[in-house]
């Protein structure tokens, strides 16, 4: 009777599923497996022993509940080898063997399978669990709880091969097993997940979460709200449709801002400030300084000034200084240079500014500081690069570089009498090379010394030669000869005693120094 019941319960719960799985926005499947079932290692046999597997077949009925979980309802067959029942005491005592013998077993489960799905995943890993109904050709029923896991390697957009082991809890004394499966699943019932997944993913190229065949901006990413085109200003407004797409602005004005909401956008408003009226681009229509000259000719609108121009009678050179406040009230300048004429408009007066093309600071004069490290470009030998007043502005050289300048005087060696670099001298001179590299502002001067050994004239040939021999190998590096300049000073230049040993040594050099460009 429970078997009917239990039988009848599943029955309907299949059904009822397969009525759910018509949908074909959730695909289904069928598959089939051949079977391997272990029904003796779980109970008392050998897990080593190949030969106590038995076949059977499967037919499963798979339905997708979303891209990780599948609902799955398998039917199995198998031939299974049981034994006669007799007690280990008989078998021992009385030496009777059990009699083995074949039987029929069928079941059908209701699995929950949950797979590490992605879309464009050809191996899918997954873990199932569930629970089943298992019946015996001697009548014999009992219930089981599947657990294990599988693989389903994709061969086609629908199809699959399916590999799974699992192990049976059951309910009853000495049913407990093990399956272990290889076969194929098939989708059917709509377009397979995982094709349907890479259809509706699609190429982004932006990132932006918009697939590009629906992003009207497929190379910048933006919001879907303005379907995936970016909005630099955040005013909502596309940046191909703002006009003014670096600064907030408003729908009616093209994503241009009002400032002063006299109803003309900024970006054609003279006076974006102060509110106006169109006829006069948007700066006042009235008179400001009450001098009867309308703001829209007055050259001096904020300064009362005669019915010509606007402008105050006191101001000889028309620049909107009173004579009375210009500094040079003979020469039309501005309001920042207190009248003076300012060539670079940086309000330090040309006759006062050191740089008068050049905007700049009045701390330094009217000069700029281009690097930022407190020296005017004016004083400043690397304007470009930052550096202490001790290099007059230019980067300071660290001191490991300046010890390996100062190793080279040492370590440059030449076959002797002779200006040929020998190997061991390429590493300090690759180092040199890496070093002015480093240090863009700076030049090289590469000078060649000898000992007073021999004639002076041959000396100072040779000293420069070896100096080029160094220049050479340095252009090779990749430094521009325009950077480096090298001499020959002979036996002219000694740092040491020349009537020693050391000293003579020390006397053959080639030094090398770094001088701001």
Known sequence: MKKTIFLLVISFFC???????????????????????????????????????????????????????????????????????????????????????????????????????????????????????????EGEFNLQAPLGLGFNFKIADHAFVNLQSEYRYSFTEGRNNLHHGLGFVYLIGGKAPMKQEEETVGEDSDGDGIIDDLDLCPNAAGPKELNGCPDRDGDGIADFQDVCPDIAGLKEFKGCPDSDGDGISDNDDECPNLAGVASN?????????????????????????????????????????????????????SVAAEGCPDADGDGVADFEDKCPTSPGSKVYNGCPDTDGDGIDDSRDRCPNSAGPVSTNGCPEISRADREVLELAMRAVQFDTGRATLKSESFDVLTQIAAILKRYPDYNLSISGHTDNTGRAQSNQ??????????????IAQGIPAARMNYAGYGESKPIADNNTLRGRALNRRVEFNMVPR
Request: proline share 6%; hydrophobic share 30%; charged share 25%.
């Open 15 to 137: 059904s009822h599923l397969a009525l759910q799985a018509q949908n074909p926005e959730h695909p289904m499947g069928i598959s089939f497996k051949a079977l391997l079932m272990d029904y003796q290692s779980q109970n008392g046999g050998s897990l080593s022993s190949f030969r106590q597997y038995d076949p059977g077949f499967e037919l499963g009925f798979h339905k997708s509940i979303n891209n990780n979980l599948n609902l799955v309802i398998p039917i199995k067959f198998g031939i299974v080898t049981s034994h006669d029942s007799i007690n280990e005491l008989d078998e021992l005592q009385l030496g009777l063997d059990r009699r083995r013998f074949h039987k029929l077993v069928a079941g059908i489960d209701a699995q929950i399978q949950y797979q590490f799905y992605k879309p464009t995943s050809k191996v899918i890993p997954y873990v199932m669990a569930g629970l089943g109904a298992v019946t015996e050709s």
């Open 281 to 333: 681009n948007g700066c006042p229509g009235n008179d400001r300084d009450k001098d009867g000259v309308p703001d829209a000719r007055d050259r001096c609108p904020d300064l009362a000034g005669d019915q010509e121009d606007g402008c105050p009678s006191n101001d000889n050179d028309l620049d909107g200084v009173p004579n009375d406040l210009d500094r040079c009230p003979e020469d039309a300048g």
């Open 461 to 474: 040939t040779l000293s420069e030669r070896r100096a080029k021999a160094c220049y050479e190998f340095l």
